[in-house]
T-cell receptor
Framework: IAGITQAPTSQILAAGRRMTLRCTQD?????MYWYRQDLGLGLRLIHY???????GKGEVPDGYSVSRANTDDFPLTLASAVPSQTSVYFC????????????FGPGTRLTVL | GQNIDQPTEMTATEGAIVQINCTYQ??????LFWYQQHAGEAPTFLSY??LDGLEEKGRFSSFLSRSKGYSYLLLKELQMKDSASYLC??????????WGAGTKLIIKP
């Protein structure tokens, strides 16, 4: 593994189903982030974690949850998917939650029908 | 509210120079980033400005004026591979990144 990986690459999901998007980084970065990207809008922060064991809410957290059990993994869970959660989801990491550059994973394209 | 403004789309010719502008209004300022994003791919880091002035990195340069809430990304000697979206992002007082919607740059031969 080099950098950040995300799984799955894409997924079609029925509304009401539960879904976990996976994110793993091997850079030993302390901070990790989940964004969604929708056409015509900037990246919007869903949740973040400045260090293992802590998480925080971003701009659009409703309907999503995260956990940070260790440094490398930061899964994003949709408890009961709705069509408005159709989007491209990017995981990112940075050395710390302060002034460091964020590096992005390849993204997961999620369609909720 | 917080706001980042960029043109939606720009067109330029291979070999030419293009300037992509970004204006911002945010609660605090702790640096401005430019990222490049090719269609269907992840954003990749291009440049970072925290002090006023010009930062040059090869064919790409980025300028910042904090008093005007303004930045631009200058791309020289344009190549077809520069066709991409360019994202401007400002780190606010909470050290969170606020993102613009991006500028889609189309390069024509």
């Amino acid at each position: 593994i080099a950098g950040i990986t995300q799984a799955p690459t894409s997924q079609i999901l029925a509304a009401g189903r539960r879904m976990t998007l996976r994110c793993t980084q091997d850079m030993r970065h302390n901070a990790m982030y989940w964004y969604r990207q929708d056409l015509g809008l900037g990246l919007r922060l869903i949740h973040y974690s400045n260090t293992a064991g802590t998480t925080g809410k971003g701009e659009v957290p409703d309907g999503y949850s995260v956990s940070r059990a260790n440094t490398d993994d930061f899964p994003l869970t949709l408890a009961s998917a709705v069509p408005s959660q159709t989007s491209v989801y990017f995981c990112a990491s940075s050395a710390s939650g302060g002034a460091d550059t964020q590096y992005f994973g390849p993204g997961t394209r999620l369609t909720v029908l | 509210g917080q706001n980042i403004d960029q043109p939606t789309e720009m067109t330029a010719t291979e070999g030419a120079i293009v300037q992509i502008n970004c204006t911002y209004q945010t609660s605090g300022f702790n640096g401005l980033f430019w990222y490049q994003q090719h269609a269907g791919e992840a954003p990749t880091f291009l440049s970072y400005n925290v002090l006023d002035g010009l930062e040059e990195k090869g064919r790409f340069s980025s300028f910042l004026s904090r008093s005007k809430g303004y930045s631009y990304l200058l791309l020289k000697e344009l190549q077809m591979k520069d066709s991409a979206s360019y994202l401007c992002a400002v780190r606010d007082s909470n050290y969170q990144l606020i993102w613009g919607a991006g500028t889609k740059l189309i390069i024509k031969p």
